[in-house]
């Protein structure tokens, strides 16, 4: 009788072995899991990322604005008639060897204004 037992352990632990540890056992399944809400995830970054995107070439494409926009930020063009002031800010070096210049103090910034062909009167 007691062999016939331990028999029968031996076959449960046997039957349960590919279960846990075997080829889609429950550890494998667990990884995958993780690896599958870690690869949604980054699909979801990268698909809000396309649709920025592509709102971005739709305005392009359909719209002066955002190309009138693009070329103001990126390439700093201005309007015919249009005047463009540019702020410099100081360096901190002269900042703090200044004895006036006080922390959180507002800070001065020379402003001269530059012509259309980007020239400075």
């Known amino acids: 009788m007691r062999w016939l037992?331990?028999?029968?352990?031996a076959l449960i632990a046997a039957l349960q072995y590919p279960m846990w540890l075997g080829k889609g056992g429950w550890l494998q399944v667990?990884?995958?899991?993780?690896?599958?809400?870690?690869?949604?995830?980054?699909?979801?970054?990268?698909?809000a990322?396309?649709?920025?995107?592509?709102?971005d070439v739709r305005d392009l494409k359909n719209g002066f604005e955002a190309i009138e926009e693009r070329a103001r930020a990126e390439l700093g063009m201005v309007k015919q008639d249009e005047v463009f002031f540019q702020l410099q800010q100081e360096s901190r070096q002269s900042e703090a060897s200044s004895p006036t210049s006080?922390?959180?103090?507002?800070?001065?910034?020379?402003?001269?204004?530059?012509?259309?062909?980007?020239?400075?009167?």
Request: glycine fraction near 4%.
């Open 30 to 47: 667990r990884e995958l899991d993780r690896q599958l809400a870690a690869q949604q995830e980054s699909n979801a970054k990268l698909k």
């Open 5 to 9: 037992a331990l028999a029968f352990v």
């Open 49 to 55: 990322r396309n649709d920025a995107l592509d709102a």
């Open 102 to 121: 006080t922390p959180g103090a507002p800070m001065s910034l020379p402003i001269r204004p530059v012509t259309p062909s980007g020239e400075a009167r």
